[in-house]
């Protein structure tokens, strides 16, 4: 699972719509309590600005992709096959997980994997015929998966078993042998059993049955689940989604504002047994606002933006500590490839080798971030420390400078105007031209389209702009709420809307961020990086930059990885810029379990609870 994530999750994210904070709730029945925990309460958790849950059925499709639909509400209501988050790093956590630690067999081929007893919350066993359910509906629906990149997951599965007189064990078969790291890592831990004795129907009417068994049936199905999960205004009262086997369950929702609220599901069977009874999901449309709110006692859990920094130690005074949350991702501002007038420039590999030298990353982390974050320079996370970074990432090939970037863009035919915009005065396609596509006179400008909300999102985008124009390069900036951004900036395909082609800059994390492998603690490149990938929004396509990422997916070892970064370092399939910490999170001194905060994203509120 790779999403996109705003400034580094909530770094700057917040603004509030709406906080009717339910009464304190009793103390779940039968869960475990330990002497210094207070049993049940409420917490308040902050939500980004404008991106709030909108998507319950664990199918994402790719406008959907966002963390906060991901970890901050699926993941609570359906467990995983794999929870990867372990301890504060990108590891898997069997405990959690629904799933046992995969064997491997017949030459890394086929993988056999044991469940572990979960329940659903109506009394059913968790068994392999809902890991069934969802590969099948997977299999029928793939192109309407965010995670689907052609030729891999589902497609390198060639045999299923799922025998019913082990309804606790399945094996899967792939189409050749893979390394074992990857799969696990990588393929694994995208599976999440969804409840078929509930949800295998086609209508609201119609009997549960097995229509999954065939791709015209599980097609059916999947169209009637995806019509329920995007009536947001149900998303409380329909009983499909009462059916779950994680630890919370919805209570309420609005579906003006995003607000919700989740209780716990008493018929939880997990091993971490939720404390809290209720915990807010608290939408926010502005930094300001979020940190009002925080300042105000009103959030548990919330973030601290970076304007605000210099008010830390009324936060602490008031009950609230600082703790950053590390992220396992990096920065990125995508280009649209695909754009059929401006993506002639964003192929020409010297014009972003230019927008990339205009980018004063250090200067970046130092003003906008506030020290807190780190460039990046290429595919692999910088940090925290880890073996898939070498130095040749580590040392910026393309460090800023205006005069090699003007020097560059001047010996491929352009004509440099410092105090204006660039213009291509040698169309063509020779070595010293401006490239195939581009036109004489042509100005060598783009827009920008960012996320709104973020007050240091504002501040990196107008110094983006600013030190672009320094070389030449005219950026138009335009803002929009995160969820119009994320679903602009998508591939452009034979069927896309002509808004999904006709942008050429996009930036969903505008203050640091972008793209982090929260459910990948290998950080290969085929969803991000892929040709067709489903969430390779720039339309990046590279025949060398795909057989590397191949190579990464069957060679044990990290040397096929180390040459597939050496390579996209140079490559620039999209525009490097500095990754933050998800957030500068504040929480309630009384608030534990929290911590350590997991690179990867997730958050497990069961985990949480007040001291007495």
């Not at 572990?116 to 069934?132: C, I, K, L, Y």
């Not at 995208?190 to 791709?215: E, F, K």
């Not at 942008?503 to 040709?531: Q, V």
Request: hydrophobic fraction near 35%; proline fraction near 7%; glycine fraction near 8%.
């Amino acid at each position: 699972m790779q999403l996109r994530h705003g400034l580094a999750r909530r770094l700057t994210w917040g603004g509030i719509l709406a906080l009717a904070v339910l009464a304190s709730g009793a103390a779940a029945g039968g869960f475990p309590a330990a002497a210094a925990r207070a049993a049940g309460g409420v917490a308040n958790f902050a939500l980004p600005a404008t991106d709030t849950p909108d998507y319950v059925f664990p199918l994402l499709p790719v406008e959907y992709a966002t963390d906060v639909n991901f970890c901050d509400l699926e993941y609570q209501l359906y467990r995983p096959l794999y929870w990867v988050g372990k301890s504060g790093g990108p590891d898997i956590d069997y405990e959690l997980s629904v799933g046992q630690a995969p064997v491997y067999s017949n030459d890394d081929k086929t993988v056999t994997i044991h469940l572990n007893h979960f329940t659903w919350s109506d009394g059913h066993p968790v068994t392999n015929r809902d890991v069934e359910f969802w590969m099948d509906l997977l299999k029928a629906e793939k192109d309407n998966w965010y995670n689907y990149t052609p030729g891999a997951f589902p497609d390198n599965v060639v045999a299923m078993s799922f025998p019913a007189a082990t309804p606790y064990t399945f094996s899967l078969t792939f189409n050749r042998s893979y390394n074992p790291v990857w799969i696990t890592n990588n393929e694994l831990t995208q599976i999440i059993p969804i409840p078929q004795h509930a949800w295998d129907r086609t209508s609201g009417d119609s009997p549960v049955g097995n229509y999954d068994l065939t791709t015209a049936g599980s097609q059916q199905v999947y169209a009637f689940l995806n019509t329920q999960s995007e009536d947001t205004s149900s998303y409380a009262t329909n009983n499909l989604w009462k059916v779950v086997d994680g630890a919370w369950t919805i209570h309420s929702y609005d579906s003006v504002t995003g607000y919700t609220s989740l209780a716990v599901n008493r018929h939880y069977s997990g091993p971490d047994q939720p404390h809290l009874s209720t915990v807010n999901l608290v939408p926010f449309t502005s930094d300001e606002a979020e940190f009002d709110a925080l300042r105000a006692g009103s959030i548990d859990y919330g973030y601290v933006p970076l304007q605000d920094l210099g008010q830390q130690s009324y936060l602490s005074a008031h009950g609230l500590r600082l703790v950053p949350w590390q992220t396992w991702g990096i920065g990125l501002m995508v280009d649209n490839f695909a754009n059929p007038k401006s993506g002639m420039m964003i192929k020409q590999l010297y014009i972003r080798q230019a927008i990339q030298e205009l980018i004063n990353q250090p200067q970046l982390v130092r003003d906008v971030l506030h020290g807190y974050g780190y460039p990046t320079y290429g595919p692999a996370p910088i940090e925290p420390a880890n073996p898939y970074v070498t130095s040749v990432e580590k040392h910026n090939p393309y460090p800023y400078s205006v005069s090699t970037a003007t020097h560059l863009l001047a010996a491929h035919g352009w004509a440099i105007h410092r105090d204006g915009t660039d213009t291509c005065e040698r169309p063509g396609t020779g070595s010293g031209d401006c490239g195939a596509g581009i036109t004489k006179g042509e100005p060598l400008a783009f827009d920008l389209l960012y996320a709104s909300g973020l007050a240091a999102g504002n501040q990196m985008m107008e110094a983006i702009k600013s030190s672009e124009s320094g070389g030449g390069i005219d950026i138009t900036l335009q803002s929009a709420p995160f969820n119009t951004v994320v679903t602009v900036a998508n591939p452009c395909t034979s069927t896309s809307p002509s808004s999904y082609c006709h942008w050429d800059l996009a930036d969903w994390s505008p203050a640091g961020g972008g793209w982090f492998y929260n459910g990948t603690p290998f950080p290969t490149g085929e969803i991000l990086m892929g040709c067709g990938s489903f969430l390779n929004s720039g339309s990046y396509c590279s025949s060398t930059a795909d057989r590397l990422i191949q190579a990464t997916h069957v060679q044990s070892g990290l040397a096929a990885y180390h040459q597939y970064e050496a390579y996209l370092v140079k490559q620039l399939p999209d525009i490097w810029q500095p990754q933050a910490p998800y957030q500068l999170s504040e929480i309630r001194d009384t608030l534990k379990g929290a911590t350590p905060q997991d690179p990867v994203g997730l958050i497990d509120l069961a985990s949480w609870y007040f001291k007495k």
